[in-house]
């Protein structure tokens, strides 16, 4: 190798070993989503903008203050609060609380697990976090209309192009306040998976013949229908009470003949609340599993991710 080469091969390497340095560490990172990031081309299937200007109008910065009271008969008593200027100048209401119950078995010593980090309740302990919050809240009458965000989407899958003229599909599901006699619903998890030209009981004796339960323990989720009625999700899950986690969905029969789906996992059902999603995609992957052939993905513009929970949802659904 004469002097010329060598000088080439010696700069060539160089810039091998930069180049190497550079993309290493950008092929690793794994920054947080937000909630307007779309991954990949999937074909919309909603009106982002009107999705954009609902949200923008229903965001409301709260203050949430959690009471955990173990009593010494071994109920876990957990009351959630909802306070703050934001929240009585939109909805002319000083707070909303919900609260639930759930049995320690054996009065034993359990976790309660919070962002703020993790403690341990004993039979007569009780104790309270207080922390800030960014939610989508809005009332019985004024829900996100997803039914009227149809539009024309195609989707490419390996062997044939479908197209799909008027697919509507709800993105998030709702938990439930009431305060008096009004209801508020705050947007809750992401719908992932959608049957179109399916009939709720047919989809529900596929899942349960993977040995899935129906009617398992769950928080109830709802959605918001044309009519002005709320419907609660009708759940399936891989056991009914999950004590050690477990995969769970709740499903939907919507107005114009599609079946959608809420699928997640959950996690420890003694880590206090309990059954919090842990995971989205995997689940997603594991029913799609039951049926086979899908007809692509479709954007729904609901991507979620929790550094604390570790759940991550693409922003897409998977189509049937």
């Known amino acids: 190798m004469n002097k010329n080469q060598k000088s080439k091969f010696i700069v060539l390497l160089l810039m091998i070993l930069f180049f190497g340095i550079m993309l290493v560490p950008a092929a690793s990172a794994t920054p947080e989503k937000t909630v307007t990031e779309k991954e990949g081309n999937e074909p919309k299937s909603v009106d982002d903008s009107q999705w954009c200007e609902w949200k923008q109008a229903h965001t409301v910065e709260v203050e949430v203050t959690t009471v955990y009271d173990y009593k010494k008969d071994g109920k876990l008593k957990i009351t959630e609060t909802y306070s703050g200027e ?92 009431t305060y008096f006699f009004k209801t508020y619903y705050k947007v809750e998890d992401p719908i992932n998976l959608v049957w179109e030209d399916k009939s709720l009981s047919n989809v529900k004796k596929v899942i349960i013949a993977q040995k899935w339960v129906d009617n398992p323990v769950e928080y109830t989720h709802y959605l918001p229908y044309p009519d002005g009625s709320w419907v609660a999700g009708d759940g399936v899950a891989d056991s009914k009470y999950r004590i050690s986690g477990g995969y769970h969905s709740r499903l939907w029969e919507i107005p114009g003949g599609n079946v959608v789906s809420n699928a997640h996992h959950d996690d420890n059902f003694f880590i206090i609340p309990g059954h919090q999603v842990d995971g989205y995609e995997n689940t997603e992957t594991k029913v799609t599993g039951f049926f086979g052939t899908t007809y692509g993905k479709y954007w729904l513009d609901n991507v979620y991710y929790s550094d604390y929970y570790n759940a991550h949802n693409d922003g897409s659904v998977t189509l049937f």
């Open 86 to 177: 934001k929240l009585k100048g939109k909805f002319k209401v000083d707070k909303l609380t919900r609260s639930q119950t759930f049995s320690v078995e054996d009065g034993e010593e359990i976790a309660v697990s919070a962002e703020s980090g993790s403690l341990k309740l004993k039979p007569g302990d009780q104790t309270e976090i207080v922390t800030q919050e960014s939610i989508l809240l809005t009332t019985e009458d004024d829900p996100y209309k997803w039914w009227g965000t149809a539009s024309s989407t195609t989707s490419i899958t390996a062997s044939s192009t479908v197209s799909s003229t008027a697919l509507t599909c709800p993105q998030w599901t709702y938990s439930k306040f």
